[in-house]
């Protein structure tokens, strides 16, 4: 997993042990080692107490004090012991109170935009969706349906605890103030969103992140998906367009701008379609939905459950739809292999349609990563559909919007200013 480095009990210099308990800001090892914990147990879920202890490295008394501050902020609750299964006492066991820090995720598609509010652990309280309108929502109209969507969802949830806003839109997004530079699928070019999301919501700027949604995906299976316990993996997930996710070295691999992951357009037909990006034959106008729209042939109409109609005549055994989606499987894993050179990864999790057809394209997409990759790179490679379905990008987008509590959980110490300056 990618859990920070955590400083030991003999790491830490001995007048801040002794400090601590007063220092609660002042103390970087101290904040650190509260992140570590309240990330543990919001990753792992309940955990006993010397469990934490042996897991970060720190004694039973340590643990004891640092479990304590956390229960001052509201965000753990101790309740019930471990199962002994050794000599000593028993160890109480830790939770997280999903109550105690809530993130408004948002995920925007090019045909929904669905909005979930998800506190600590990753428990989902509520969620709400809302079709849109062909062929494009204009950012204005899309931002009033998240408002409109988000009254009945934080209702009952002390305002307080709705820390801040995660949201996952399928383009270019400046993540340092959620400027979406480029989404050619929903027709939005240079969009201040975040800005339009915090004033929508009535939210402070800081506590609106924005994203692209596949490296949202990648997180969301990381964290608590397909991907969990993999240091290196790829989410390839396929709308309308084809976006992947990397997670790299146990990091999201964002790339200097933000914009890595554009796997979609990848070449690999330089004879093929003209894509909407301008070049031509890329991955998407390959592997992607009206690719595959075009192989079922002219009784297939472009619709909302369309890749679901292709699951059915697959299922019936309609040859064509056969031939078509074993098609999408051989340009899915011709791009799977190109990344598998390129990233060396340990798993590749598909979202989207692929999850979708998994059963359906695996032979052909194998069949294609294995004569593409090299065999010392492919190594034991996994090619997983994904665990959370629609709400892997739901899931990292509440990941960004939590992650400010989680660097620092004495910002919800009471008393303390706002995390986020309203
Ligand atoms: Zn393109």
């Known amino acids: 997993m990618a859990d920070a480095a955590t400083p030991t009990e003999s790491e830490q210099p001995p007048s801040r042990r002794r400090s601590a308990r007063t220092g609660t800001r002042g103390s970087g ?10 990330e543990r147990l919001h990753v792992e879920g309940s955990t006993s107490r010397s469990e934490l202890g042996a897991g970060l490295g720190l004694n039973r008394s340590t643990i004891a004090d640092l479990v304590q501050e956390l229960e001052e902020c ?19 066991m830790v939770h ?16 929904s935009v669905a909005v979930a509010t998800i506190g600590l652990g990753g428990h989902v309280f509520d969620l709400a969706s809302a079709a849109l309108p062909s062929p494009g929502t204009s950012p204005e109209d899309l931002v009033g349906l998240v408002a409109d969507l988000s009254v009945s969802l934080t209702r009952d949830l002390p305002a307080e605890r709705v820390v801040a806003v995660g949201a996952a839109v399928p383009g270019l997004t400046r993540r340092t103030d959620g400027f979406v530079r480029l989404a050619p699928n929903l027709g939005w070019k240079e969009v201040p969103f975040g800005a339009m999301l915090a004033a929508a919501l009535d939210l402070a700027p800081e506590q609106v992140h924005v994203a692209n949604e596949a490296d949202l995906g990648a997180l969301g299976e990381h964290r608590r998906g397909a991907g969990r316990g993999f240091d290196n993996l790829v989410f390839v997930s396929g709308e309308v367009g084809i976006g992947a996710g990397l997670v790299i070295g146990g990091r999201p691999m964002l790339g200097a701008a933000g914009y890595a992951g554009e796997a979609g357009h990848m070449l690999v037909n330089p004879t093929g379609r ?34 679901r109609s292709v699951l059915e005549r697959v299922e019936a055994k309609d040859p064509v739809a056969l031939r078509a989606v074993a098609r999408t499987g051989r340009w899915l894993g011709l791009g799977i292999g190109n990344l598998v050179n390129l990233l060396n990864p340990e798993v590749v999790v598909l979202g989207g349609m692929f999850q979708t057809l998994h059963p359906h394209l695996r032979e052909a997409m194998m069949d294609a990563v294995r004569r593409q990759s090299l065999d010392e790179v492919l190594g034991s490679l996994e090619v997983v559909p994904s665990a959370l379905g629609t709400s892997a990008q739901l899931h990292g987008a509440a990941e960004l ?22």
């Open 401 to 422: 919007g939590l992650a400010g509590v989680l660097a620092d959980p004495t910002v919800l110490r009471p008393g303390v200013p706002s995390p986020v300056g309203q």
């Open 274 to 307: 003209r894509c909407t990006c301008g070049a031509r034959g890329c991955w998407e106008t390959e592997a992607g939905e009206a690719a595959l729209l075009r192989a079922v042939g002219p009784s297939s109409t472009p619709d909302a459950d369309v890749v």
């Open 96 to 111: 997280v109170r999903p109550e105690a820090a809530v993130a408004l995720a948002v995920e925007v598609g090019v045909e």
């Open 29 to 38: 090892v101290r904040r650190h080692n509260l992140a570590a914990l309240l």
């Open 74 to 92: 509201g965000l753990v609750v101790e309740q019930g012991v471990a199962s002994q299964s050794g000599p000593g006492r028993p160890s109480p």
